[in-house]
Every structure is written in structure tokens, then in C-alpha cells.
């Protein structure tokens, strides 16, 4: 077995995940139980404390939990900034296991790692404008839970998201968007439509909320990840970030206990 190419997706999601991936993912797959937080600085000083001293969290709940936990010291402004010193960097230098993926937006505004205060070899992150997804996007959500295991995704949606009222006004108005910024107006037309049969008094936010919940439910049902789901060994959320509190709202598919 190689250390380097692309998994075989039959070998992976028919069994033998976590050999596979260990195989093909040398120093990118999973190392659980050696993710050694700094709980004392070099110089004998404390420091953070990291909710991540543990082993990472197995389980959709589990990674759920601990991300909306992130969510609400962001929101009330009591980062704990797990996982981002020197000695976490190198308990994972060579191996990794991230516990969820966040499929978001490249708004400025939203950065996942902070959102959800989290750090280094917590997530995998792919941002697009207006988190849409395309094959290569699709491959790189996929990359975590066929590859390494990870049991939770997560599609966040903003408030206020450029992409998506500029792919509304496009559409509305039957007008092309400059340069190559059509192809994410053309891949909002899905969500366009469900939202202008809604009618609701705020269509944009309508079609960011539809957004998100239309690309979790296509994740979700996918040939690849699908199995995944059923067994519930993965699980998709979609969800709606707020700018105004930094609360991340969740629209739907959390995690069963
Ligand atoms: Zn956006």
C-alpha cells in the first residue's frame, strides 16, 4: 500500500477505513490520544487550558458538542484558543485528526477556526464564495470522513452574505455577473427558486437559510457519504451565522445524543 494518491472510494466506504487511511495518509490521518495540550508554558507558567487534552471526539454528537461549545465562548468573548501553541502544533505534525469539517463562506467575517474557538488539526475548512460547492468541493468536504474518519460536517451559512444577494440580484434581474462570478451565481439557482416560491419579506436571508440546508441535505445523500450517514458514523448540519452576535444557529440535522 502507498503512502501517496487518492483513496480507492469503494475500498473505503464498503470497509477498512481507518487501515486505508492510515496507508494513504501518512501525515494526515489520525494520531487520537496524542494530542498533548500546553498546560504549562516552557517557562513553568499556566496556560490555556485546552478542551482538546483529550483524545478528539468520536462521534457526531460529540463533535457537534464541542464545537457549539467553542461557539458560545466565542459569542460571549472567552476564547479559550485551544490548540494553538507550539506543542500542540508538534503532537500533530505528523499525523492528524480533525473531528469535524466546515464548509463556509470566504466572508472576511467568518472564520470557522475562530467562530468555533478551535485550532490547529481541529477542523478541515473549505471556504467558497457563498459556500458553494462544486466536484472539486464536494472532494475536499468528502476528504475528512472518508479519509481520516471524521464524524461531523458542517454547512455554515451567514447573515448578510455578499455571494448570495449578488446571485440573487443576478437572477432576479436576468443579469450576468462579472468574470467567473456567474458560475456561483449559476450554482445558487436551486436555492434561488425554493426561495422565490417562499415569498418571504427578506429573500436573501430566506435563500441563505435555503442554502445552507439544500447543500447538507445534498452532502448528507450522496453516494459517498451517504453510507457514512446511515450508519451514523457522520453527520451534516447545516447552519446560520450570525455577524450581528457571532451565534451559530443551527437550521437543521444536529447530531442525536
Ligand atoms: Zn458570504
Sequence with gaps: MGTIGYPQR????????AATAAALLTGCSSNAGATPAAQVGAAGTASTPSPSASAPPASPNAAFTRLMEGNRRWVKGALLHPDQDPRRREAVAEEQKPYAVVLSC???RVPPELVFDTGIGDLFVIRTGGQVVAPVVTGSVEYGPLTAGTPLIVVLGHQRCGAIKAAYKALHDRTTLPGNLQSIADSLRTAYEATVAKKTADPVDTMI?????????ALRTNTSLAPLAK???LGVVSAYY???TG???????????
Design 106 to 108: 470566504i466572508d472576511s
Design 209 to 217: 437559510r435555503i442554502h445552507a440546508r439544500q447543500t447538507a441535505a
Design 231 to 233: 450508519k451514523g458514523d
Design 247 to 257: 451565534r451559530v444557529e443551527v437550521l437543521n440535522g444536529a447530531p442525536a445524543a
Design 242 to 244: 450570525s455577524l450581528d
Design 10 to 17: 469503494r475500498t473505503i466506504v464498503t470497509g477498512g477505513l
